[in-house]
């Protein structure tokens, strides 16, 4: 399976459970392992891990103090 035919699916997948694109953009590594890093964090803290929950808690309190919500950072290139 090649990744734009992963891509397309995801997408696709994504309409079909209610949500809706904004904006679509190339994630190079470090995004795509900032994600990864804290999907991880995310399904610890679900499971009790106490250091993943303070990961997870100092992250949502960073993005609760920004002006802009990510969506909106996200739409304005520089």
Known sequence: MSNSFNSEETIQSFLERGGEITMLSYAGQKTVNRAGRMAYHRDRAMNGDE??????????????????????????KP
């Open 51 to 76: 250091r993943s929950k303070s990961i997870v808690s100092r992250a949502d309190e960073r993005e609760s103090m920004m002006i802009f919500s990510k969506t909106e950072r996200h739409m304005v």
